[in-house]
Structures are given as structure tokens and as C-alpha cells.
């Protein structure tokens, strides 16, 4: 049996916790984070993070067993969520605990509320809310703007850990357009 190296590509500006673990063919984007515990796997196909994504603590992201897992640009992929064989859009809000199965396609500017569970080839437009078990589309709205403010937070909190700063002061979220002036 022939063995094939683990070909990992990390832009230069993305940051990845110690503790996660990667391993197959796997591509993460410019100023883009990796949180602590993710785990992503891809024996075959290949796992593609776009720039300015974080994947967040405990995440599980694997290939299906045809197809593999892309996630676009200024998304938030948040915490115990799992991500296997499937398509996700620029702009987008991956609820805590969703699962997102094999050949599903989330477009922009979407939410998955979290505790979803998107079926295998599930297919929701852009603009879509989306919620259930099995999920469905609940509303359209553009929720572009709103993720990708969630996703810029995440970019700044991910250069901080960069440096060992753990905590935003005031002034840093204020300068950052977090807090009022």
C-alpha cells in the first residue's frame, strides 16, 4: 500500500492553535483561525478554508465519501459544529452544533441555526435562515453584513492569541467598531 504525505497549506497571516489537529490535503486562507481542539480529516478529496474564517473550538470537518468540504471567505464556523462533505458559501454563520452532511450547499449570506442538521445534498439559495432537524429554510434575509463583522471579530481576537493577548480591552473594541465611540 503506497502512503501519501499530508499536504497542508496555511497562508502565513492565518493563525492555528497548537492543539488542533489536521491532517490529509487541507487548505486554510489568509487571516483565517483555527481555534482550539478542531479536528479536520481528509483521507480523500480535500478540505478548503477561505480568508478570514475562523473555525472554532471543537469543530469536526471531514470529506464525504464523495465529495469535499469547502468553506468561503468571512464565515464563522462555530463551536461543536461538524462539517462533512459540504459546501459552504462566503458570509456565513454555522450555529453551534450544527451538522452539515455530505453533498449539502449552504449559499452567501446564510445562518444555520444552531442544533441543525442539514441532510445529504440538502441545497439552500443565498440569503437563507435555515433551522431544524432536519433543517429547512425558515426566512430569507442578508445576513452578509452581520457574519462578516462576526467573522472580522475573530480575525482581530486571532491576532491577539498571535501575540499571547487573551482578552480585548474597551479601547480595542472601540477602535476595532465594536463598541461606540
Known sequence: MSSQEDS???????WV?????????ISIGAD??????????????????????????FVMIHVGGGTPTIVGDDCSITHHATLHGCTIGDKCLIGINATIMDGATIG??????????????SVFPDNSIIAGSPAKLVKERDSGKANAMNAAFYTQ?????????????????RAAGFLPE
Open 8 to 14: 497542508i497549506n496555511i497562508d502565513n497571516t492565518a
Open 108 to 121: 452567501n449570506n446564510c445562518i444555520v441555526a444552531g442544533h441543525s442538521i442539514v441532510t445529504e445534498g
Open 17 to 25: 492553535h497548537e492543539t488542533a489537529l489536521l491532517f490529509g490535503h
Open 32 to 57: 483565517s483561525s483555527v481555534w482550539p481542539h478542531v479536528v479536520m480529516r481528509s483521507e480523500m478529496f480535500h478540505i478548503a478554508i477561505g480568508a478570514r474564517t475562523n473555525i472554532q473550538d
Open 157 to 173: 481576537n486571532a491576532k491577539n492569541y498571535a501575540k499571547g493577548v487573551h482578552r480585548f480591552s474597551e479601547d480595542d473594541l
